[in-house]
């Protein structure tokens, strides 16, 4: 791709976008990110050459001057994510941002019919999901942004609310972690929806999981706003189910196979098959904090104490988990630091690897010869089962717990796109 590339996304910051593999693999390979500050903007829509772009923040409400021509559904929206450049040289205006939100919703198995709708955020984004709430039937819509009526210091005068979006870029990569509610302060919420992809599930999604709410990620938006794109741009028609094609394949690209256990139950032997496997990178933990701290995990034990070393070990764990697409083998502790969850849940689905107590070896693990394994067990075993969400037997080898891993986990990210009918499109 050159300078002249003719489709692409242009937004302030797009470091982390997706956009161009997924324009890539609805047949599209002419597309890139184009970020821009807001003083370029006007001379970059005026270059003869471009035929097609996508529009994220901050710029949905911004472009819409720069359009000759409004599709009806921008129009009443107020928004704009899709510009295409007509035979007069103008640009039209579209909003599919409506399309793969609806979308979204019916894959989440939610609707808005009869909700009372507390909507996170007054931009762009938030206006499609504004718009789409009122048409499909929400009894009350509450949008909440800072320096407003219904800003976030008085959430509790929104408790019956019982479907949260979160419409901003609040817990998004790289400063993943942060919501800007609490799902507990809403007891009849039954539905919680983050436009945010990166990472896979948000600081707000993590919540709704632990809690049992419903929850929507912002993946399938992304997927289905950009099929409705590439329609616009290459003037042809996309089947629906090239959406979860596509979704799938991101999905299984994206998120991170995370492997949890005892000492010396197999983690690293098994991450590296999978990595032979499957083409993932594969990155032990244990094996980062060594080569930061310039000593072995002994050395650091005998030198500085495990306080010390559970410190180290968080620090790896922000780092790595806030990469996607790994196959993370942890240390056997790790699950010990409750700080450690969120961010292994973050980008990946979670694997307990299980081994009989009598086949664990006890070398160069300070823990494992200070205490006994049965003491160790006792105390991990049920956080390890809290965390998983999948359960391996490491008896065989660890080629079949690989192959095992990768059957469970195909399976699983294309479950994630099979969707609900509770919900249609639009």
């Given at each position: 791709m050159s300078d002249l590339t003719p489709y692409g996304l242009i937004g302030r910051k797009l470091g982390h976008s997706d956009s161009p593999a997924i324009h890539a693999a609805f047949g599209n390979p002419d597309y890139q990110c184009f970020p821009l500050e807001p003083q370029a903007l006007e001379a970059f829509l005026e270059q003869p050459h471009l035929r097609g772009l996508n529009v994220t923040i901050p710029y949905k409400i911004t472009v819409m001057p720069f359009c000759k021509r409004l599709d009806p559904l921008a129009e009443a929206i107020g928004s704009?994510?899709?510009?295409?450049?007509?035979?007069?040289?103008?640009?039209?205006?579209?909003?599919?941002?409506?399309?793969?939100?609806?979308?979204?919703?019916?894959r989440a198995g939610l609707s808005f019919a009869g909700e009372q709708v507390l909507i996170l955020g007054n931009g762009g984004a938030s206006q499609t999901v504004q718009a789409i709430a009122k048409l499909d039937g929400a009894a009350s819509i509450t949008v909440a942004s800072r320096g407003s009526e219904h800003n976030y210091d008085h959430m509790e005068r929104y408790a019956h609310c019982t479907l949260i979006i979160n419409a901003t870029p609040v817990g998004m990569y790289p400063n993943a972690g942060n919501a800007l509610v609490d799902l507990r302060m809403f007891p009849q919420c039954h539905g919680v929806v983050d436009l945010i992809y990166n990472p896979c599930r948000t600081a707000l999604l993590l919540q709704a999981e632990q809690l049992g709410i419903p929850y929507g990620g912002g993946l399938p938006m992304l997927v289905a706003q950009a099929k409705q794109a590439e329609e616009l741009f290459l003037h042809t028609s996309i089947a629906e189910t090239e959406i979860e094609r596509v979704g799938t394949m991101l999905q299984q690209q994206n998120e991170s196979i995370v492997l949890i256990g005892m000492p010396g139950c197999g983690k690293s032997t098994i991450g590296k098959a999978l990595a032979a496997h499957t083409g993932k990178q594969a990155i032990d933990l244990d094996q980062e904090i060594e080569r930061k701290a310039g000593k072995s995990i002994p050395e650091i034990f005998a030198a500085e104490g495990e306080a010390y070393f559970r410190q180290l070990e968080h620090e790896a764990v922000m780092e790595w988990t806030q990469k996607r697409g790994l196959i993370l083998m942890t240390g056997g502790g790790v699950v010990l630091d409750h700080a450690n969850h969120a961010p292994l849940r973050s980008n990946g689905k979670i694997y307990w690897i299980r081994r009989p107590l009598s086949m664990l070896p006890t070398d160069g693990r300070p823990l494992s010869q200070q205490n006994r394994l049965e003491a160790l067990e006792q105390v991990r075993n049920p956080l390890y089962a809290a965390l998983s969400q999948t359960q391996i037997d490491n008896t065989g080898t660890p080629q079949q717990a690989a192959a095992e891993i990768w059957r469970d986990y195909c399976a699983y990210t294309r479950s994630q796109w099979t969707k609900s009918e509770s919900a249609g499109l639009a």
């Open positions: 704009v994510n899709t510009m295409v450049r007509d035979a007069d040289g103008m640009w039209t205006g579209y909003n599919t941002d409506a399309y793969g939100f609806r979308y979204l919703m019916q």
